[in-house]
């Protein structure tokens, strides 16, 4: 069975900071690329980051940019995000996703994924 699992997520203080995890179960990450995404209530989901099957190609919102990095260990197959100088506006529940592609394949569009984690919520609250 394909899956993908997020973890990392919890309540964090502004200016915190926050590792969130993606592993993935009954398949290697190898060759897929990899998308976070994140859904506030009462908004849509937006794209966040993403990172190639290669590794060598990443995007970032223009509103994360800066503060997250996107990162893999295909070894431990297992995407991270690292999220430094969180706002009140990142919380949101945080998705990660996957698709089969190219090694220099990198979308934040929600539609080119296949795969979906469950979620984790990211909490920033004084």
């Known amino acids: 069975q394909l899956q993908l699992a997020e973890s990392g997520g919890g309540l964090v203080q502004p200016g915190g900071s926050l590792r969130l995890s993606c592993a993935a179960s009954?398949?290697?990450?190898?060759?897929?690329?990899i998308g976070w995404f994140r859904q506030a209530p009462g908004k849509e989901r937006e794209g966040v980051s993403c990172i190639s099957s290669s590794g060598g190609n990443t995007n970032y919102a223009g509103s994360v940019k800066g503060r997250f990095t996107i990162s893999r260990d295909n070894a431990k197959n297992t995407v991270y995000l690292q999220m430094n100088s969180l706002k009140p506006e990142d919380t949101a529940v945080y998705y990660c996703?996957?698709?089969?592609?190219?090694?220099?394949?990198?979308?934040?569009?929600?539609?080119?994924?296949?795969?979906w984690g469950q979620g984790t919520q990211v909490t920033v609250s004084s």
């Open positions: 009954g398949f290697r990450l190898n060759y897929y690329a």
């Open positions: 996703a996957a698709v089969y592609s190219g090694g220099y394949y990198c979308s934040w569009d929600s539609r080119a994924y296949d795969y």
